[in-house]
């Protein structure tokens, strides 16, 4: 049998391992992805059916009969004022944070990288000191401090205490990424006769875009779904909609036709904004993998 005639039965065995395998981890992939996306369903499900219906049995029943669902419970939420003030003062929350975040974190970042001035290097070491302090420790003492400021209990001392806190990883974060960058790159273009700000604006910002997405993907989730720091440092009117509906839980115990929608809800910002960023997002994880 000629050898040609005797490698192609292992290369079609090999070929068929490669495709069992890659089909195996697909299919686990996709049962692992519906197991996670059940109570996601399940609180949709839940938020669209009668409070009689939730009160008796359990969501899955109404997949029998579908003719049960509907919008009302999300027109009730709507119209509750205290609910609908609390996702603006969540809106009002988040974004004002992640850009402040976002801007602040990438000029400290561009310093700390490509910057000559004194005491960099130790600077740069207490903010990476910051990132092992428990968010629980700094509580009160902030609390004093916002007391003493006149900014405690409204959305301003809110938005400042998570700018505070997110501000060291975000700078190690795009320090990091902004090192990675040639150095050619600068030096040209400081040869060229740009300034710092136009070198960090036209040059360093372009191509840190998908280091910048990733970061505010993150520092706009971790606020919006933040209820520790809004529970110590926002009063009944400055409240997001995390402590609302666990103010609605605690008074009213099982009322999931007020819950559920008001949940969902919560959901499906983050889930839009994560899934307009995805492309970036990707090619920041994908950059991080090779540098």
Same mark, same amino acid.
């Given at each position: 049998?000629?050898?040609?005639?005797? $490698?192609?039965?292992?290369?079609?065995?090999?070929?068929?391992?490669?495709?069992?395998?890659?089909?195996?981890?697909?299919?686990?992939?996709?049962?692992?992805?519906?197991?996670?996306?059940?109570?996601?369903?399940?609180?949709?499900?839940?938020?669209?059916?009668?409070?009689?219906?939730?009160?008796?049995?359990?969501?899955?029943?109404?997949?029998?009969?579908?003719?049960?669902?509907?919008?009302?419970?999300?027109?009730?939420?709507?119209?509750?004022?205290?609910?609908?003030?609390?996702?603006?003062?969540?809106?009002?929350?988040?974004?004002?944070?992640?850009?402040?975040?976002?801007?602040?974190?990438?000029?400290?970042?561009?310093?700390?990288?490509?910057?000559?001035?004194?005491?960099?290097?130790?600077?740069?070491?207490?903010?990476?000191?910051?990132?092992?302090?428990?968010?629980?420790?700094?509580?009160?003492?902030?609390?004093?401090?916002?007391?003493?400021?006149?900014?405690?209990?409204?959305?301003?001392?809110?938005?400042?205490?998570?700018?505070?806190?997110?501000?060291?990883?975000?700078?190690?974060?795009?320090?990091?990424?902004?090192?990675?960058?040639? $150095?050619?790159?600068?030096?040209?273009? $400081?040869?060229?006769?740009?300034?710092?700000?136009?070198?960090?604006? $036209?040059?360093?910002?372009?191509?840190?875009?998908?280091?910048?997405?990733?970061?505010?993907?993150?520092?706009?989730?971790?606020?919006?779904?933040?209820?520790?720091?809004?529970?110590?440092?926002?009063?009944?009117?400055?409240?997001?909609?995390?402590?609302?509906? /666990?103010? /609605?839980?605690?008074?009213?115990?099982?009322?999931?036709?007020?819950?559920?929608?008001?949940?969902?809800?919560?959901?499906?910002?983050?889930?839009?904004?994560?899934?307009?960023?995805?492309?970036?997002?990707?090619?920041?994880?994908?950059?991080?993998?090779?540098?």
């Amino acid at each position: 049998m000629p050898p040609a005639a005797a $490698r192609r039965p292992v290369r079609l065995t090999s070929r068929l391992t490669a495709w069992l395998g890659k089909g195996l981890v697909q299919a686990l992939l996709v049962v692992v992805a519906l197991v996670w996306l059940v109570p996601t369903f399940g609180l949709f499900i839940s938020s669209l059916r009668p409070s009689t219906d939730n009160a008796t049995t359990g969501w899955w029943t109404a997949l029998a009969h579908p003719g049960g669902l509907g919008f009302s419970n999300y027109g009730s939420i709507l119209a509750d004022s205290g609910i609908t003030h609390a996702f603006w003062n969540t809106v009002l929350i988040s974004v004002p944070t992640t850009v402040a975040v976002v801007v602040l974190a990438s000029l400290a970042g561009y310093a700390f990288a490509w910057l000559e001035f004194p005491g960099r290097d130790v600077i740069f070491l207490l903010v990476v000191a910051m990132l092992v302090v428990p968010v629980q420790i700094g509580l009160l003492p902030v609390a004093k401090l916002f007391g003493a400021l006149g900014i405690f209990g409204s959305l301003t001392g809110v938005i400042l205490f998570h700018v505070a806190y997110g501000l060291p990883f975000a700078i190690f974060l795009l320090r990091n990424y902004f090192a990675d960058i040639p $150095r050619e790159m600068l030096e040209a273009a $400081r040869m060229d006769g740009g300034s710092e700000w136009l070198i960090f604006r $036209r040059l360093i910002l372009p191509v840190a875009k998908p280091a910048i997405a990733s970061l505010s993907i993150f520092q706009f989730l971790w606020v919006w779904n933040d209820m520790l720091v809004a529970l110590i440092f926002a009063d009944s009117g400055s409240q997001p909609l995390t402590v609302a509906l /666990q103010s /609605q839980m605690r008074q009213f115990g099982s009322n999931i036709d007020v819950l559920a929608p008001g949940a969902f809800l919560s959901l499906v910002v983050p889930l839009i904004v994560f899934f307009a960023f995805q492309r970036h997002f990707v090619q920041g994880v994908m950059a991080g993998s090779v540098k």
